[in-house]
């Protein structure tokens, strides 16, 4: 059975996401539910999708619907167990982690100066979450206290947020604390 392998911990952080980014709630992530993803964050950003950073944005967030529609077998709908059947396979294929991490950072780093703001960050979180969570998320994952991310510190913590399964990990705050 896909996802079976999950720990009880990836289970909850993957979850967490799953829900968020169900927008109709129905149990299934679909393109729509990506395409609404898409529209909240290019909301809090104040443009849209005619612009050519919203382009960008929806080129990368549909891109990345295609990916795990694909990798859940082209249904055009993916369960929360496909999902972790997903995340059960990728520390096999760290690469494709990492460059979807790659897209994600283009995503997130809005004004193309190479680094992530907390303010920047924040507004990914809460499109992708509906909210910004407290706790200090953003200086948890600023391992260096510069107040920023660089590419290589948000690529880590992508990493141990979908592959890894350590709850200590910095990465595993990637979405706000599980």
Not at 151 to 161: I, K, L, M, S, V
């Amino acid at each position: 059975m896909l996802g079976a392998m999950a720990s009880d911990f990836q289970r909850r952080k993957i979850s967490r996401v799953f829900g968020a980014m169900d927008a109709d709630h129905d149990g299934y992530l679909t393109e729509s539910d990506f395409r609404a993803l898409t529209a909240r964050w290019l909301d809090l950003r104040g443009t849209d999708a005619g612009t050519p950073e919203g382009e960008r944005l929806a080129a990368i967030m549909m891109g990345w619907w295609a990916t795990l529609d694909e990798a859940a077998g082209r249904g055009g709908k993916v369960t929360l167990d496909q999902v972790l059947g997903v995340v059960d396979e990728l520390p096999k294929m760290p690469g494709a982690v990492t460059g979807t991490a790659a897209a994600m950072f283009e995503a997130v780093d809005e004004n193309g100066d190479g680094v992530i703001s907390a303010a920047e960050y924040h507004r990914m979180i809460e499109a992708w979450g509906g909210d910004t969570p407290g706790g200090g998320v953003f200086a948890h994952l600023d391992l260096d206290g510069d107040g920023r991310l660089s590419r290589d510190e948000f690529t880590g913590h992508w990493y141990e947020f979908w592959a890894g399964d350590d709850p200590a990990a910095p990465g595993s705050w990637v979405f706000g604390r599980v």
